[in-house]
């Protein structure tokens, strides 16, 4: 287990200034002038929508069907306590089949708020959180019932000691269909990682750990707990979290599908890093396809080798700074560049916020980050995104007037756009450069050859063809007519 300290970054310390003067709704000046990062149109009203429980509550995360259907699950502020649950169409309304308004309030036993969700490859959706100090689980059917089939009528509790208070705030779904929920498990002063592992009919999974249970105390740290659960294309499991001993550090556990630690990540299952004087806390985990592991959070974004090591090659020593909002997940492009969810705060208020990095961590340039006020004056905050094939990225939190959000909110951006090729055959070079411009394409290799029908001056053939879908900015190769050879 390695303990790593790295100087803070200040690439972005000029974006403070940048948001100060654009203020809420605004679009960072890219290279590029597109709609990429804008709000879609097409969801919502003009690519927001927000849902009120009645009391003070907000969406902590989101899982999109594949129906594009979008579930989003969270807690509230204040009394009464409740699994949350809501439900929105592909063009972002509610969607009446769920529960008949598109909203679900469960009552898992006492206070209860709902942490993490996904979705079964059936469509049945795995709800992790807390309820009176355990662990707590529900899954529903597609209709918004409760599962019978799982626990006791579609909800389980576990506890994983005596007298202790344990909570889960993440939620992973392995390909056999068993359920791991992660979290911390707290008996005294002292809170340590947990996780805990269930069969398909919610009951603790004997195979894993003692008795369905694994207990990860973090050495020489005292306020441990887990924020983000992933499975490796290997079967393994990991966690991704914080020790709150002091100054915060990003702590990084991986463990063998029996429960145990790994030890190829950092020789003994465990990485840690550090960054005083910053505070991390982080709050998000993706593993990129070459097995780095991303962990986002408040105070930037940290990235470690497939070994627990930092990856110094990532920001400045393996850290990205994002100085302009608290960041609270990542979404991996296709390209391997990241795009960044996460609340900016001015005036006392905050804003949904994205914005894009690089595949090594640097601000990219080429993108035009989002900083969206969902109402005059509200205070929004998001707490979690999901990239949909399409390149759109559905953004999830809460909006309302007060200190602390009040509704459920969700925006649609445009995050990715591509290129899909005109047919430019018969124009101009200089008509087909601005249709190519405008599809977000460009002029690759030139050429020029004879032709006996297309008139001298314009594009004879295009190579690829019209409506082939492209990365942003790919080039498209022209042939031009030099007339008719004589």
Same mark, same amino acid.
């Not at 079964?120 to 529903?140: E, H, M, P, T």
């Not at 947990?194 to 603790?204: I, T």
């Not at 460009?442 to 050859?449: E, N, P, S």
């Given at each position: 287990?390695?303990?790593?300290?790295?100087?803070?970054?200040?690439?972005?310390?000029?974006?403070?200034?940048?948001?100060?003067?654009?203020?809420?709704?605004?679009?960072?000046?890219?290279?590029? !002038?597109?709609?990429? #990062?804008?709000?879609? !149109?097409?969801?919502?009203?003009?690519?927001?929508?927000?849902?009120? *429980?009645?009391?003070?509550? *907000?969406?902590?995360?989101?899982?999109?069907?594949?129906?594009?259907?979008?579930?989003?699950?969270?807690?509230?502020?204040?009394?009464?306590?409740?699994?949350?649950?809501?439900?929105?169409?592909?063009?972002?309304?509610?969607?009446?089949?769920?529960?008949?308004?598109?909203?679900?309030?469960?009552?898992?036993?006492?206070? +209860?708020?709902?942490?993490?969700?996904?979705?079964?490859?059936?469509?049945?959706?795995?709800?992790?959180?807390?309820?009176?100090?355990? *662990?707590?689980?529900?899954?529903?059917?597609?209709?918004?019932?409760?599962?019978?089939?799982?626990?006791?009528?579609?909800?389980?509790?576990?506890?994983?000691?005596?007298? +202790?208070?344990?909570?889960?705030?993440?939620?992973?779904?392995?390909?056999?269909?068993?359920?791991?929920?992660?979290?911390?498990?707290?008996?005294?002063?002292?809170?340590?990682? =947990?996780?805990?592992?269930? #069969?398909?009919?919610?009951?603790?999974?004997?195979?894993?750990?003692?008795?369905?249970?694994?207990?990860? !105390?973090?050495?020489?740290?005292?306020?441990?707990?887990?924020?983000?659960?992933a499975v490796q294309p290997d079967g393994k499991?990991?966690?991704?979290?914080?020790?709150?001993?002091?100054?915060?550090? /990003?702590?990084?556990?991986?463990?063998?599908?029996?429960?145990?630690?790994?030890?190829?990540?950092?020789?003994?299952?465990?990485?840690?890093?550090?960054?005083?004087?910053?505070?991390?806390?982080?709050?998000?985990?993706a593993v990129q396809r070459d097995g780095k592991?991303?962990?986002? #959070?408040?105070?930037?974004? /940290?990235?470690?080798?497939?070994?627990? +090591?930092?990856?110094?090659?990532?920001?400045?020593?393996?850290?990205?700074?994002?100085?302009?909002?608290?960041?609270?997940?990542?979404?991996?492009?296709?390209?391997?560049?990241?795009?960044?969810?996460?609340?900016?705060?001015?005036?006392?208020?905050?804003?949904?916020?994205?914005?894009?990095?690089?595949?090594?961590?640097?601000?990219?340039?080429?993108?035009?980050?989002?900083?969206?006020?969902?109402?005059?004056?509200?205070?929004?905050?998001?707490?979690?995104?999901?990239?949909?094939?399409?390149?759109?990225?559905?953004?999830?939190? #809460?909006?309302?007037?007060?200190?602390?959000?009040?509704?459920?909110?969700?925006?649609?951006?445009?995050?990715?756009?591509?290129?899909?090729?005109?047919?430019?055959?018969?124009?101009?070079?200089?008509?087909?450069?601005?249709?190519?411009?405008? =599809?977000?394409?460009?002029?690759?290799?030139?050429?020029?050859?004879?032709?006996?029908?297309?008139?001298?001056?314009?594009?004879?053939?295009?190579?690829?063809?019209?409506?082939?879908?492209? !990365?942003?900015?790919?080039?498209?190769?022209?042939?031009?007519?030099?007339?008719?050879?004589?």
């Amino acid at each position: 287990m390695a303990y790593v300290g790295v100087a803070r970054d200040s690439a972005w310390t000029a974006c403070v200034q940048l948001l100060a003067a654009l203020g809420a709704g605004a679009v960072f000046a890219g290279a590029l !002038p597109a709609a990429r #990062g804008e709000l879609d !149109p097409t969801f919502g009203t003009g690519g927001k929508v927000t849902s009120d *429980f009645g009391g003070s509550e *907000f969406g902590r995360a989101v899982a999109v069907q594949r129906d594009r259907r979008v579930v989003v699950v969270g807690e509230r502020w204040k009394e009464p306590f409740d699994f949350l649950l809501a439900r929105y169409t592909a063009n972002g309304e509610l969607d009446p089949s769920f529960d008949g308004d598109g909203k679900v309030v469960t009552d898992v036993g006492g206070a +209860s708020g709902a942490s993490d969700v996904d979705i079964q490859r059936d469509g049945k959706i795995v709800v992790a959180g807390w309820s009176v100090g355990s *662990f707590a689980l529900a899954r529903y059917e597609q209709d918004g019932s409760l599962d019978a089939t799982f626990g006791e009528g579609g909800k389980v509790r576990t506890t994983f000691r005596p007298g +202790s208070i344990d909570g889960a705030y993440a939620v992973a779904l392995q390909i056999d269909g068993k359920i791991v929920a992660g979290g911390r498990t707290r008996a005294g002063a002292a809170s340590a990682f =947990a996780l805990a592992r269930y #069969g398909p009919d919610g009951r603790l999974d004997p195979s894993f750990g003692s008795g369905g249970r694994v207990i990860t !105390p973090i050495p020489g740290r005292g306020l441990d707990r887990v924020f983000a659960l992933a499975v490796q294309p290997d079967g393994k499991l990991v966690a991704a979290g914080g020790s709150f001993e002091g100054d915060s550090e /990003v702590v990084l556990t991986r463990y063998n599908q029996d429960g145990s630690l790994d030890t190829s990540l950092d020789g003994d299952g465990i990485a840690v890093a550090s960054f005083k004087p910053i505070d991390m806390v982080p709050q998000h985990l993706a593993v990129q396809r070459d097995g780095k592991l991303l962990v986002p #959070g408040y105070g930037g974004i /940290v990235r470690f080798t497939s070994n627990g +090591s930092l990856d110094r090659t990532f920001g400045r020593g393996g850290r990205a700074d994002m100085c302009c909002f608290d960041t609270a997940a990542a979404a991996i492009q296709p390209d391997g560049k990241i795009l960044t969810i996460g609340t900016s705060f001015s005036g006392g208020t905050g804003d949904f916020s994205v914005a894009r990095l690089t595949a090594d961590g640097r601000r990219d340039d080429n993108y035009e980050g989002v900083v969206t006020d969902l109402s005059s004056g509200s205070n929004d905050q998001a707490f979690d995104g999901v990239l949909l094939p399409d390149g759109k990225l559905i953004v999830a939190g #809460g909006t309302g007037r007060a200190r602390e959000p009040e509704d459920f909110a969700v925006a649609r951006y445009v995050a990715v756009v591509h290129c899909v090729a005109p047919n430019v055959r018969g124009r101009t070079l200089a008509v087909a450069r601005s249709m190519l411009s405008r =599809a977000r394409c460009r002029v690759g290799a030139v050429k020029r050859a004879y032709s006996q029908r297309v008139k001298k001056g314009r594009i004879i053939s295009q190579r690829p063809g019209p409506r082939a879908r492209l !990365p942003e900015l790919a080039k498209i190769q022209l042939v031009i007519s030099r007339g008719r050879k004589r």
